[in-house]
C-alpha cells in the first residue's frame, strides 16, 4: 500500500463520503441514519489500520465482519414494519442519482488493477460491467423523476439489471480475494479490500448501492401510484 499513488485514496475517500452524504438526503436528512453511518467507517477504520483484516487465514473469514452486520440490517428493515416505513420513506430519486457515484469507483478500481491490488476481472476491461449503471443512472434520473418521460416498468427493468451487475462484481471481488475459498486471480488477488480506506468498498459503498436499489424497488413495486408521483 506503501507505493500506491495518494490521490487514489482521496478520490476513493471523497466518493464514499459522496455516497453518504447521498444516501443522507434520501433519508430527508436522518441525522441518526447519519451518524450510524460515519461511526460505522470510523470503526472499520481504526480496525484496519491496525491489520486485522490482512489476515486472510482465518475460518471464517475475518473479512464477514466487514459485510454480514450491513446485509443484517438490511434484512431487518425489511423484515419489520418500523423498518419497512424507513425504506418507504426514502426518496427513490435521489437514491436513483446515488448511483452514479459507481463511475468513480470503477475509476479506483482500474487504478488498483494497475497498481496490482486487485485483477483485471475486477475492472471493466474484465467482468466487472458495473460502469454502465452509474453512466446510466442520470438518464434514468432525468428522463424517470424529471420528464416522466419513462414509466416505472422501465425503471424497475434497470434496476434489477443493475442490481444483477452489482452481484456479478461482488460475487467475483469475493471469488479473487485470498481466502480459503478463493476462485480466481491468484496471480494478482484481490487484496485491496483488506486495507484502508478501501475496506469502506464492502463495509460501505457496496451496502448502500444494494440497498438503494432494493428500497427503490420496493417502492416501485408496492406504492400507490399518486402517492409516488406526489413524493417524487
Known amino acids: 500500500m506503501g507505493n500506491l499513488p495518494i490521490y487514489i485514496s482521496i ?7 459522496l455516497t453518504v452524504g447521498l444516501f443522507y438526503k434520501a433519508t430527508n436528512g436522518s441525522k441518526t441514519t447519519l451518524l450510524i453511518l460515519l461511526t460505522w467507517l470510523l470503526l472499520h477504520t481504526f480496525i484496519a489500520l491496525c491489520g486485522f483484516y490482512t489476515n486472510t487465514d482465518t475460518v471464517p473469514p475475518r473479512f464477514l465482519l466487514l459485510v454480514l452486520p450491513p446485509l443484517l440490517f438490511i434484512i431487518i428493515l425489511f423484515a419489520t414494519s418500523k423498518g419497512r416505513h424507513y425504506i418507504d420513506n426514502l ?3 435521489t437514491l436513483t442519482i446515488l448511483h452514479t457515484i459507481r463511475i468513480p469507483v470503477e475509476l479506483v478500481l482500474f487504478w488498483l488493477y494497475i497498481n496490482e491490488m486487485i485483477p483485471g476481472l475486477m475492472t471493466f476491461e474484465g467482468r466487472n460491467f458495473d460502469i454502465l449503471s452509474g453512466l446510466t443512472a442520470p ?3 432525468y428522463f424517470g423523476f424529471i420528464k416522466k418521460r419513462i414509466n416505472k416498468n422501465v425503471i424497475l427493468i434497470w434496476n434489477f439489471i443493475c442490481l444483477g451487475l452489482l452481484i ?3 460475487v467475483n471481488a469475493i471469488l479473487s480475494a485470498p481466502f480459503p475459498f478463493q476462485q480466481f486471480a491468484f496471480d494478482q488477488p484481490n487484496i485491496a479490500i483488506l486495507y484502508f480506506p478501501f475496506i469502506w468498498l464492502p463495509c460501505c459503498i457496496v451496502p448502500l448501492v444494494l440497498f438503494a436499489h432494493l428500497s427503490t424497488i420496493r ?5 400507490d401510484k399518486n402517492t409516488r408521483v406526489n413524493r417524487m
Open 11 to 17: 478520490i476513493f475517500m471523497l466518493t464514499t463520503f
Open 219 to 223: 417502492q416501485l413495486l408496492t406504492t
Open 139 to 141: 438518464v434514468i434520473f
Open 91 to 93: 426518496n427513490i430519486k
Open 168 to 170: 456479478n462484481i461482488i
